[in-house]
């Protein structure tokens, strides 16, 4: 392999490590393009020195979020909520030259990010060559990830139940699954905030990016509902494949102490007949004395159920489920696909 299919096959080796949801929110291939990009700026850079308390470094972070990460967004390319300088493997105050010390699992792809830097600082590698390319295969991925997704109809509850799961536990390479059933249970509100009295008057909160934590967010729960004068009225917290423990809800009860919110729902997809039922009620019965506030600990499939039950057209579930998997950002390709897939057998 010649010196310059290497490095297509370096910028080749991120973009598709992105696509298949690999990197997860570790690393993302724009890590190249922002320090590459400045060498553009600045030719006198060296831009293995990403910090400014290294000696002539520069301020990497600031430039991505202030500069970097809006643009990304902006394009529909992969980006992180907020930076993408979040992730420890790569924030030690060290140059990243090619003996720089790892501390991630998928250290082929961290190397492969390392020999591109250094090629590009050291052997004479064209930086703007290297971000034509990278911004062609991004463009393709874009693109290819905006297919069109199955909106099967006239399936039962039962059916759709039985396709969500499937969709949930589909075997993934990568991340992206865990925000599925949050999607689900958000599909399933947007439909009852105008068919469910309860929710009548009521607000239904923009989901926040699956990264965030709660108390970054400001929100009790995953999805919240709140009432008219914007105060928290309803709660739910989602796990995957988590089993609901009492200390978990314990956690839920100081996110909702503040505020007079009148249920809290806490809902996995694991199986919790192993749970410990008589500490979680203990729980649950104390917090309903010291507050008031209604904790519901259930299963999603049930829940899910349930809610079906009470639409005119379960149909418009699967409109805004669908819907959800195209425009979340926490959704990648793998689980588009796979939805697709279910959808044809």
Known sequence: MDYFTQ?????????????????????R??????TGGHKIFDPNQDIRNHQASIPNGFGARTIDSKYITPFLKSKDFPAMAESGW??????????????????MKKKNLANTFLHLIDNVQCNGTSPCEVLVYMFKLLIKQRDDRNIELAK????????????????????YSGHGASRLPTLAIYAAYQCMMSQVARYEDKILCELESHTSSDAQSGQIGDIQ????????FEGVEIKHKIVITPDLVKHAFSKLML?????????????????????????????????????????????LKYYLR????????????????????NVKYPQQLAWNELNSK
Request: charged residues 30%; hydrophobic residues 35%.
């Open 7 to 27: 490095q297509d096959k370096f910028v080749a080796d991120m973009v598709e490590a992105y696509k298949t949801g690999k990197l997860g929110g570790v690393f």
């Open 29 to 34: 291939p724009y890590i190249e393009w922002k």
């Open 86 to 103: 979040l992730t420890r493997a790569f924030e030690h105050p060290e140059p990243y030259t090619l003996d720089y010390k790892i501390s």
């Open 152 to 171: 099967p109809h006239s399936l039962t509850i039962a059916q759709i139940i039985s396709l969500l799961e499937q969709h949930f536990n589909y075997k």
């Open 225 to 232: 509902v709140n009432n008219a004068d914007d105060t928290p």
């Open 259 to 303: 505020h007079r919110t009148d249920r809290y729902y806490m809902l996995t997809t694991a199986n919790m007949d192993s749970a410990n039922w008589e500490e979680i009620n203990k729980e649950i019965d104390l917090i309903d004395r010291r507050h008031g506030c209604q904790v519901i600990v259930n299963g999603v499939y049930s829940t």
């Open 310 to 329: 009470l639409l005119k057209d379960p149909a418009e579930f699967i409109e805004r489920y669908v819907e959800l998997l195209k425009s979340d950002e």
